[in-house]
Every structure is written in C-alpha cells, then in structure tokens.
C-alpha cells in the first residue's frame, strides 16, 4: 500500500463524510437540486460585503510594485498590524503587529500552532462536541487528541478539563463562538481556567496552552463579540480566519495571535514563523492580505444568519426537540428523538433533509443542523423536521449527561465529517 498506515486510518475514520457527500449527490439527482434540502455544510451562502468587493477591486487595480513576490513568511506588516489593532480593541489586551502571523485560513493557523507545540505522544485535549478536523490535525504534529466532556448546556467545564491532565498535556483546543452546539463560552469560564492553568504551572513547571479557535468570533446574537481567551488566559494562541466573518472561506486567509504574556512567546512566534515555511505554505496569499487588512472590523450581517436561527429554531422547539438557542456560529445541535443518531440521520435523509449524526462530533445521539443555506432549504426542511420530530420527543435516555465524562483517546477513533 502506497499511503501511510495513519492515513489509511484516518481516511476510513473518515469515510463518512464521502458516503454522506455522494448520498447528497445522489439525492440531487434524482430529485433535482431545489429537493434537496442540505443543512450538513458550513459553506456560507450568504455574499461576502460590499466593502470586501469595494477592497478587493482597489487592490487588483492598485499599481503596487512587488505585490506579487513572496514576503516575509509572517505576512505583511501593515497587515498584521490592523489585525493587531483590531483585536486590541476589541479585547483591551495590548497587542502588536510583533504578535500576528498570517495564515492560509484558521485551519492552517492551527496546524502551524500544533507543530510548532508539540512534542511526539503529547496531548492536546479538545472538548466535546467537537470540530472533527481537530483529531487530524493533531495527529499531522504527532500528537494525541484527549476527549473531554462538556457541561449539559454544552459549556466548557474546568473540572472534567482538569480531571483529564497529566505531565504530557501541553494544550487545550477551545473553540467558541462553537461547531457544532452554537454555545458561547462565558468571560467567567475562561477566568477559571486561567486560574486553573496559572496552579498547574505553580505545581508543575508546566506551561499548558489555550490554542483558541475563533473563525466564528464574529457571528454572534446577542453580543457585539463572543469572549475570548486571549483576554482571560494567559497562554493563549488565537487561531482565525475571515472565513465566516467576510464569507470568503474560498479565499483561505486567516491569522494565528500569541497573547501578550504567553510563557516563551518570543520563541513560539519565532516557531510558528519557521512552520509557516516548513508546512509548505510559505506565506498567506498575498493579494488578501492586502483585501482584509482595511475590513478588520466589518463583517457579513448576522440578520442573515439570525432569522433563519428563529425560524429553525420556533419549528424545532413546536416539533419536540431538546435543543438550545445558538448564540453565535450557524448551526443546531439539537437532540435526536431517538436514540440512534445515525439512524435518525438516515430517517431525514430519506425525507431529502440532509443532516449530520452527533457521533461525527464525538457526541452520539444528537445531529447537527447548519443554518448558513438558503431560505428555501429552511423552508423545505422545516415541514420533515417537524414530522420526525414526533418520533419520541425527548426520548434519548441518558443524553442530558451525554457529554459528561466522555474521554476518548486518538486511539478511538470515531467517523469524521469535513465539518466546516
Ligand atoms: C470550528 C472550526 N475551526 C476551524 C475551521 C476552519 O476554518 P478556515 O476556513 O478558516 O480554515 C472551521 C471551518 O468551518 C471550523 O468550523
């Protein structure tokens, strides 16, 4: 066999997400796109701003000399400055350019930040539900990705987080706004943490970082910004991106943040910049950064996201399903009314809803819903929700504690999706 014994397994773990592609594919053929209504992708419809077009126009017709070559493998300065700015404001945290590395997307900020941390067989635990990349991506660094258990609400719990440490910690994936729960973690979490994190390092010499995944920052509800750690916790990295923020995940540019006082950050940064390089990406496209470098404050509108969350969530909660409000990103994680997610999944699937089971978040007996589609599939999905929402109700045994206690080791692995 050509490819790697871990990438086969990665892959079959993976599977999933082409049976459930070709299913969709499938469907649409048979019964015509507008059919089909598909709630499984995090691909937002919605047009990026005009604001984004308007920069974009300026730098295709700028006449700068050198706009084309490579650059520094951090990014342009006046780039990362604004981004800097931005975040500074919005934090009360003092940052400067010094701290930002551009990157192509959060998804590749992540990898850069996991390579430059991490140590063969250390671990790095990721809290569930979670983004099913995350498993990959520590796996790509030689890491092991640890499982832990969220709170009922879906919340971050700095006890079943501490009840899974041990001297080959070395970092924690927090990622709020979130995908798939919609949860917003609190400003009083991320203290606690810190203070947690601030003891173990007292008692242990151990630094342990808070690498937080934020492309949803901006996609909230009911606040202007969602609360980050890079604000609370000492070691954090910020990984983000204008995927969701300006609708341009096509356009693959993001950012990687070292928090002010972040334990060695000088030589992380020097790390990340190295890896920048190493991982083959070399610098993030440099026409972007030129784009995104004025619109650090702006974003897509959130009213577009937050009536179809109204709609969904009025017929969801009418049809019997247990399921909360999101208050950022784009998506429901709402409970199956029987206990079978995949089952469940496929049920929809027949009725022409696509979905995606909660196993594939590392959280059986729940799916998740995605929000960022057209009127028109809210429209169509809703009446067959409804329908399959009589099915039981709130029936799922055990699943208020669902998450309690779940720890999982690399070893288990789990089908993933390409759940963006
Ligand atoms: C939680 C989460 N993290 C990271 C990413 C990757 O985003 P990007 O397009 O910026 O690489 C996604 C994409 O959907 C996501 O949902």
């Known amino acids: 066999m050509p490819i790697s014994q871990q990438v086969q397994n990665q892959m079959k773990g993976a599977s999933w997400i082409r049976r459930m592609f070709e299913q969709g594919v499938e469907l649409k053929k048979k019964y015509g796109e507008r059919s089909v209504f598909d709630l499984t992708l995090g691909n937002p419809m919605v047009e990026p ?40 404001g919005d934090m009360g945290v003092a940052l400067s350019a010094s701290r930002v590395v551009m990157t192509v997307g959060a998804a590749s900020a992540l990898n850069v930040v996991l390579k430059s941390l991490l140590n063969p067989g250390e671990e790095v635990i990721v809290l569930a539900p979670f983004f099913p990349e995350y498993r990959f991506y520590v796996e790509n660094h030689g890491g092991k990705m640890v499982v832990v258990g969220t709170s009922e609400q879906f919340d971050l719990d700095v006890e079943m987080i501490a009840a899974a440490m041990n001297d080959r910690t070395k970092a924690i994936i927090v990622n709020s706004p979130n995908n798939p729960t919609g949860v917003i973690y609190g400003a009083e979490s991320f203290r606690k943490l810190n203070e ?4 173990h390092r007292r008692r242990t010499g151990r630094t342990v970082y808070v690498v937080s995944d934020e492309p949803y920052r901006k996609i909230v509800y009911e606040t202007r910004r969602s609360p980050s750690p890079l604000a609370y916790c000492r070691d954090t990295v910020l990984c ?110 027949e009725r022409r809803v696509l979905a995606v089971p909660g196993s594939g978040f590392g959280v059986p007996g729940y799916f998740r819903l995605s929000y960022c589609c057209e009127d028109w599939t ?43």
Request: with cysteine.
């Open 240 to 349: 983000s991106s204008h995927s969701k923020d300006l609708a341009i995940p096509g356009e693959r540019i993001g950012f990687a943040v070292v928090g002010p006082d972040v334990e060695d950050g000088e030589l992380l940064l020097n790390a990340m910049a190295f890896n920048v390089r190493t991982l083959g990406f070399v610098n993030a496209p440099a026409l972007m950064q030129r784009v995104v470098a004025g619109l650090q404050d702006d974003s897509v509108s959130v009213d577009w996201y937050r009536e179809k969350r109204d709609r969904l969530y009025q017929a969801l909660v009418g049809a019997g399903y247990d399921c909360r409000l999101p208050g950022g990103a784009f998506y429901f994680f709402p409970k199956c009314p029987i206990e079978d997610d995949v089952e469940f999944v496929r049920r929809l699937a």
């Open 196 to 199: 947690y994190l601030e003891d």
């Open 49 to 88: 701003p005009a604001s984004f077009r308007a920069a974009l126009r300026e730098a295709v017709e700028g006449d700068v000399v050198g706009a084309h070559r490579y650059m520094p493998n951090i990014g342009y300065e006046a780039t990362r400055a604004a981004v800097a700015r931005s975040l500074a």
């Open 378 to 420: 809210v429209d169509g999905a809703i009446p067959i929700l409804e329908e399959l929402g009589g099915l039981g109700g709130k029936s799922v045994g055990a699943a208020t504690k669902a998450t309690k206690g779940v720890s999982q080791t690399a070893g288990d692995l789990r089908p993933g999706f390409p759940l963006n």
